[in-house]
C-alpha cells in the first residue's frame, strides 16, 4: 500500500496536537495515561512527538478521555492551524 505524503498543514496539525497532549498530561507518566486511554505508550509517545500527524478519531477521542480534555478543545486547537494556514 503506497501512502500518501502529509501536506504541510497536516504536519502542522500533528505538531499541535503532540503539543497539546504533553501540556495536558503534565507530570503523569506516558504508561500511565495510554493505558487509561487504552493505547499503548509507544503510540502515545509517536502521537505527543508529531510521528503520527493524524491519528484516528477513536484514538484522539480516548486520549481526550483519558485527559479530561474536551473534544471542542482539541478541535479548536486544531482548527486554528487551518485557519493560519488559509491566512498565509
Sequence with gaps: MVRIPLTAEE???GRRLGELLRTA???RSMVEVARTAGISAETLRKIEAGRIATPAFFTVASLAAALSLSLD???EVLTD???D????
Excluded at 494556514?85 to 498565509?88: L, M
Design 85 to 88: 494556514s488559509r491566512a498565509s
Design 73 to 75: 478543545d482539541v478541535a
Design 25 to 27: 498530561r503534565g507530570a
Design 81 to 83: 492551524v487551518d485557519t
Design 11 to 13: 504536519l502542522v496539525r
